[in-house]
């Protein structure tokens, strides 16, 4: 593949992670799907994300078959599903984010991007007020199209870095990341777990000293506070998803999202 | 007639020119490729580097070759049938024999050779996706051989219509899941799958069923399959000293189809027909073709033809077959489709099911549901050639395990209580309506196959 030029300037994520990092803390990344329980919901949890502490928004497009997801998210994108979620809501859903004050980045499987236009989805995200987008199974090797979508609209691109990753991939796919580079802390699906663990310690210090000027989010199994400081301890960001979205799952709604983002928040404060 | 060379061994096979697609990183034109977490890349190059040095090991060649022989009795007949070709049109018909393979379908040629695979990686471990049974049936088949421990994802839905299978692997000491998330069919049970494998990576290797998922499935499972139609190229030589005026298969993902066209691909007189399943009929909707109702786009680790919705998301598929319920195909076949070099057609369950008691009445051979689609296919295209056509059909495996669907779909189940099967065989296809009584199937009511 051709390897695009490294992370040029004006990117929203770069700029926001690099505000948190610069006032000694880790940036707190949220991610919730568009459409659970229903897209106003799931929108006004975002929003209570936001009010919360979250520095940005992973806001999720729902898929019929997300092979990386755990359970917990399975069980919420599936509702969105059936009830028919598009990108038309996910935009809605990013321009409530910026209106809140966080960094919206879409996260989607590579199909319903495909699906709806590459170009037009980097035009209309631009324009919503979108950063760009993480895509969990899309590897810097497919994703030419997207590449030049991306830096046409000015977008961040984020890709996944995994344990498993040789040094050259992650040479490869740090340098076609623009915002930031996502790092799953273990081998597995989204879900979360006890404890995050040494993989994730070392991986970012692998991916660090690949390229010292990307930041690094980690992502896979934060739960609480304690843990989100932990892994604050060596990462710019820490990723929160299935946390989130358990918080819907059990009926808390967007005020048990907001009690989340603040502990969450508070234990990106004390890494 | 002229004489041509003997049935040659089937380790030849894997040995042999390959067609020049996939190119080095698993893409048939714009289709194939690898649409995976970042955490299974490692695992998929570990898999092409042991396979692409495995394929021209001579030990591994001798191995795989007696396996063939002495384990799934290879190789498999040709049988000639021509009371059923005589609803062909005056088209004669020859069928290659695969349900009479060990576990009774082509799905045993694959698993061999990735079992061998993973034992040469070092993985103690395999899992697999199974839709109708056949596959897993396989997969626990090799592991109890080579001594793996096996797990098998099935749909919930799949493990009640198929309960044989399930009861099968299990005798085989496999470990069988039923998948409860999504549609509870072949397509969830790849995704969980997946899911096993990104998390036990380092001790499992996926031994995946078909010419569908990311590189290097595609190629390693059709180099695999490929003996299928090497063999029958040579027997149809030996016996009828031409090729066939067509080749016909069924196509789900699409393996027993390019085992049996990739020796033909290059005999630009033979046609290639791939029937799809065509469940209610293309224009209802509920079907699996998916060339020929859906387009292009990504499932499962590789761009192909799929069904889907404006939003991109997959459409459960329909059909009577299990084993062809897959809302994808693998990106071989759609690349054979857009070059034109191979044509794929729908047929309904009811096509399909008039093929499967013709060939049970006429021949004495009962097939499985899946390869009474190629059959229906040869009825349509058999007539549409004409006499003195030559039409060689893959018989991919056979139907100890449909019995039950094919009981409740021709009303010959009213002595046992309602199952779950006689209720999704009629809910497949007829809605409240019985099947046709089996003894009509003789007389020629198979329908003329406008939809073909």
Same mark, same amino acid.
């Given at each position: 593949?051709?390897?695009?030029? $490294?992370?040029?300037?004006?990117?929203?994520?770069?700029?926001?992670?690099?505000?948190?990092?610069?006032?000694?803390?880790?940036?707190?990344?949220?991610?919730?799907?568009?459409?659970?329980?229903?897209?106003?919901? !799931?929108?006004?949890?975002?929003?209570?994300?936001?009010?919360?502490?979250?520095?940005?928004?992973?806001?999720?497009?729902?898929?019929?078959?997300?092979?990386?997801?755990?359970?917990?998210?399975?069980?919420?994108?599936?509702?969105?599903?059936?009830?028919?979620? =598009?990108?038309?809501?996910?935009?809605?859903?990013?321009?409530?984010?910026?209106?809140?004050?966080?960094?919206?980045?879409? /996260?989607?499987?590579?199909?319903?991007?495909?699906?709806?236009?590459?170009?037009?989805?980097?035009?209309?995200?631009?324009?919503?007020?979108?950063?760009?987008?993480? &895509?969990? *199974?899309?590897?810097?090797?497919?994703?030419?199209?997207?590449?030049?979508?991306?830096?046409?609209?000015?977008?961040?691109?984020?890709?996944?870095?995994?344990? !498993?990753?040789?040094?050259?991939?992650?040479?490869?796919?740090?340098?076609?990341?623009?915002?930031?580079?996502?790092?799953?802390?273990?081998?597995?699906?989204?879900?979360?777990?006890?404890?995050?663990?040494?993989?994730?310690?070392?991986?970012?210090?692998?991916?660090?000293?690949?390229?010292?000027?990307?930041?690094?989010?980690?992502?896979?199994?934060?739960?609480?506070?304690?843990?989100?400081?932990?892994?604050?301890?060596?990462?710019?960001?820490?990723?929160?998803?299935?946390?989130?979205?358990?918080?819907?799952?059990?009926?808390?709604?967007?005020?048990?999202?907001?009690?989340?983002?603040?502990?969450?928040?508070?234990?990106?404060?004390?890494? | 007639?002229?004489?041509?060379?003997?049935?040659?061994?089937?380790?030849?096979?894997?040995?042999?020119?390959?067609?020049?697609?996939?190119?080095?990183? =698993?893409? %048939?034109?714009?289709?194939?490729?690898? %649409?995976?977490?970042?955490?299974?890349?490692?695992?998929?190059?570990?898999?092409?580097?042991?396979?692409?040095?495995?394929?021209?090991?001579?030990? %591994?060649?001798?191995?795989?070759?007696?396996?063939?022989?002495?384990?799934?009795?290879?190789?498999?007949?040709? &049988?000639?049938?021509?009371?059923?070709?005589?609803?062909?049109?005056?088209?004669?018909?020859?069928?290659?024999?695969?349900?009479?393979?060990?576990?009774?379908?082509?799905?045993?040629?694959?698993?061999?050779?990735?079992?061998? +695979?993973?034992?040469?990686?070092?993985?103690?471990?395999?899992? @697999?996706?199974? =839709?109708?049974?056949?596959?897993?049936?396989?997969?626990?088949?090799? @592991?109890?051989?080579?001594?793996?421990?096996?797990?098998?994802? /099935?749909?919930?839905?799949?493990?009640?219509?198929?309960?044989?299978?399930?009861?099968?692997?299990?005798?085989?000491?496999?470990?069988?899941?039923?998948?409860?998330?999504?549609?509870? &069919? +072949?397509?969830?049970?790849?995704?969980?799958?997946?899911?096993?494998?990104?998390?036990?990576?380092?001790?499992?290797?996926?031994?995946?069923?078909?010419?569908?998922?990311?590189?290097?499935?595609?190629?390693?499972?059709?180099? %695999?399959?490929?003996?299928?139609?090497?063999?029958?190229?040579?027997?149809?030589?030996?016996?009828?000293?031409?090729?066939?005026?067509?080749?016909? @298969?069924?196509?789900?993902?699409?393996?027993?189809?390019?085992?049996?066209?990739?020796?033909?691909?290059?005999?630009?007189?033979?046609?290639?027909?791939?029937?799809?399943?065509?469940?209610?009929?293309?224009?209802?909707?509920?079907?699996?073709?998916?060339?020929?109702?859906?387009?292009?786009?990504?499932?499962?680790?590789?761009?192909?033809?799929?069904?889907?919705?404006?939003?991109?998301?997959?459409?459960?598929?329909? $059909?009577? !077959?299990?084993?062809?319920?897959?809302?994808?195909?693998?990106?071989?076949?759609?690349?054979?489709?857009?070059? =034109?070099?191979?044509?794929?057609?729908?047929?309904?369950?009811?096509?399909? /099911?008039? @093929?499967?008691?013709?060939?049970?009445?006429?021949? #004495?051979?009962?097939?499985?549901?899946?390869?009474?689609?190629?059959?229906? #296919?040869?009825?349509?295209?058999?007539?549409?050639?004409?006499?003195?056509?030559?039409?060689?059909?893959?018989?991919?495996?056979?139907? *100890?395990?449909?019995?039950?669907?094919?009981?409740?779909?021709? #009303? /010959?189940?009213?002595?046992?209580?309602?199952?779950?099967?006689?209720?999704?065989?009629?809910?497949?296809?007829?809605?409240?309506?019985?099947?046709?009584?089996?003894?009509?199937?003789?007389?020629?009511?198979?329908?003329?196959?406008?939809?073909?």
């Amino acid at each position: 593949m051709t390897v695009p030029p $490294s992370h040029p300037t004006s990117s929203q994520l770069e700029e926001r992670i690099g505000a948190a990092v610069a006032e000694g803390r880790s940036a707190l990344i949220a991610y919730l799907p568009v459409g659970y329980p229903d897209v106003p919901t !799931s929108i006004e949890a975002m929003v209570a994300a936001v009010e919360g502490g979250a520095d940005v928004v992973e806001i999720g497009v729902p898929y019929s078959d997300p092979g990386m997801d755990g359970p917990t998210i399975q069980e919420a994108v599936d509702v969105a599903v059936r009830a028919g979620v =598009g990108m038309a809501d996910v935009l809605s859903a990013v321009s409530a984010v910026a209106a809140a004050g966080a960094v919206p980045v879409v /996260m989607s499987y590579w199909n319903p991007i495909e699906r709806y236009g590459v170009d037009r989805f980097a035009a209309d995200l631009a324009a919503a007020g979108g950063a760009g987008a993480i &895509t969990p *199974d899309l590897v810097p090797d497919e994703a030419g199209p997207w590449i030049a979508a991306s830096d046409a609209a000015g977008l961040d691109r984020v890709f996944l870095v995994a344990p !498993s990753s040789t040094d050259a991939r992650l040479a490869m796919t740090l340098a076609a990341c623009r915002g930031f580079v996502y790092a799953a802390s273990t081998m597995g699906v989204t879900g979360t777990r006890a404890t995050v663990g040494g993989t994730a310690q070392t991986l970012v210090a692998r991916t660090r000293e690949a390229d010292p000027d990307l930041a690094v989010c980690v992502g896979l199994g934060v739960s609480d506070g304690d843990q989100a400081a932990e892994v604050a301890g060596f990462a710019d960001g820490v990723i929160v998803g299935s946390a989130y979205v358990r918080q819907l799952l059990d009926g808390h709604g967007p005020a048990g999202v907001r009690a989340l983002s603040e502990d969450l928040a508070a234990g990106v404060r004390r890494r | 007639m002229t004489t041509t060379a003997p049935v040659p061994p089937p380790d030849a096979s894997l040995t042999r020119p390959r067609p020049e697609w996939p190119d080095a990183t =698993g893409h %048939f034109g714009p289709y194939g490729g690898r %649409f995976v977490p970042e955490a299974l890349i490692a695992a998929l190059d570990e898999l092409s580097e042991a396979y692409e040095a495995m394929r021209v090991d001579p030990v %591994f060649l001798v191995e795989f070759e007696r396996l063939h022989r002495d384990y799934t009795g290879r190789p498999s007949p040709i &049988t000639e049938v021509p009371r059923f070709a005589e609803h062909c049109g005056g088209a004669r018909v020859l069928l290659k024999r695969e349900d009479l393979n060990h576990t009774g379908s082509h799905k045993i040629n694959n698993v061999l050779g990735q079992a061998l +695979l993973t034992k040469r990686i070092g993985k103690q471990r395999v899992i @697999a996706e199974t =839709g109708a049974g056949q596959h897993g049936v396989a997969t626990a088949t090799a @592991a109890a051989l080579m001594g793996l421990d096996c797990t098998i994802y /099935m749909g919930e839905e799949d493990t009640r219509r198929q309960a044989l299978n399930v009861a099968r692997m299990r005798l085989l000491g496999a470990e069988v899941i039923p998948v409860t998330t999504g549609s509870r &069919t +072949l397509k969830d049970a790849i995704n969980e799958a997946f899911r096993d494998w990104v998390t036990n990576v380092g001790t499992t290797n996926y031994v995946f069923g078909t010419v569908a998922g990311p590189h290097p499935f595609p190629a390693m499972v059709r180099d %695999f399959q490929r003996v299928i139609g090497d063999e029958a190229r040579a027997q149809v030589l030996e016996r009828e000293g031409r090729l066939p005026d067509a080749v016909l @298969a069924c196509v789900g993902g699409g393996s027993n189809a390019i085992g049996i066209f990739t020796a033909f691909v290059p005999d630009e007189g033979v046609r290639l027909v791939g029937l799809e399943a065509g469940g209610d009929g293309v224009e209802t909707g509920r079907h699996a073709s998916s060339i020929t109702g859906g387009d292009p786009g990504v499932l499962h680790g590789a761009r192909s033809y799929l069904l889907q919705d404006a939003n991109g998301q997959t459409i459960e598929s329909h $059909s009577i !077959s299990a084993g062809l319920d897959y809302p994808g195909v693998g990106p071989e076949h759609s690349y054979l489709h857009d070059i =034109g070099r191979a044509e794929y057609r729908p047929v309904t369950d009811s096509q399909a /099911m008039e @093929a499967f008691a013709l060939l049970c009445r006429t021949e #004495g051979i009962i097939p499985a549901i899946e390869s009474a689609h190629a059959l229906a #296919g040869a009825i349509a295209l058999g007539r549409e050639l004409g006499p003195d056509s030559l039409l060689l059909v893959n018989l991919s495996g056979r139907g *100890d395990k449909d019995v039950e669907t094919a009981s409740a779909w021709f #009303g /010959m189940a009213e002595h046992t209580a309602p199952t779950d099967d006689d209720e999704r065989a009629v809910e497949a296809g007829r809605g409240a309506e019985p099947g046709p009584p089996l003894g009509d199937a003789d007389d020629t009511t198979v329908q003329d196959g406008d939809a073909l």
